[in-house]
């Protein structure tokens, strides 16, 4: 059975174009050194550890800098959008790989859950300011934590 690949989705994501820059950045180092070395003509030589741990740490820049690009397009968000009209306005992990998005849409506000496979939306609201409930509970000071567990050890021991 084959399998049948949608050349949309490989216009939209950005892993197809960072391969391609990727490819060319390093044909044209290879060229490079090729070139380089046919400047200097001479005779065959065994090829020693300096060489070939040169060669080895090349390999391994080259192939991190594509890794580091990856990720940094990934965790910034670069890549093609949808024409702007979606944008995630907060999230946050309620598991290891449950987590509940808040996204834009026009003038309005979904509140979504989105798990492996699936997405639910969860609530729906105009557009808004983001606020935080933090200010709402005040901090316990240290006094108070300290009285209160020195009466749960008190009602411990009493038993």
Not at 33 to 52: F, I, R, Y
Not at 143 to 158: G, I, Q
Request: one cysteine or more.
């Amino acid at each position: 059975m084959k399998r049948e690949v949608d050349i949309r989705r490989l216009h939209t994501t950005p892993y197809p174009r960072l391969l391609v820059c990727a490819g060319v950045i390093g044909a044209s180092l290879v060229l490079a050194k090729a070139a380089k070395a046919a400047d200097n003509v001479a005779p065959p030589a065994a090829v020693g550890a300096g060489s070939l741990l040169q060669f080895g740490l090349g390999l391994a820049i080259v192939l991190g800098l594509i890794v580091a690009a990856g990720w940094f397009m990934k965790r910034f968000s670069i890549g093609p959008a949808a024409a702007g009209t979606l944008k995630v306005v907060a999230g946050t992990a309620v598991g290891q790989r449950e987590r509940v998005v808040v996204v834009e849409i026009g003038e309005t506000w979904m509140v979504l859950g989105v798990a492996p496979g699936r997405v639910n939306a969860l609530h729906t609201m105009p557009r808004g300011q983001v606020t935080t409930t933090t200010q709402a509970q005040p901090a316990a000071t240290p006094a108070a934590f300290a009285a209160w567990l020195k009466e749960k050890m008190e009602k411990r021991d009493a038993r």
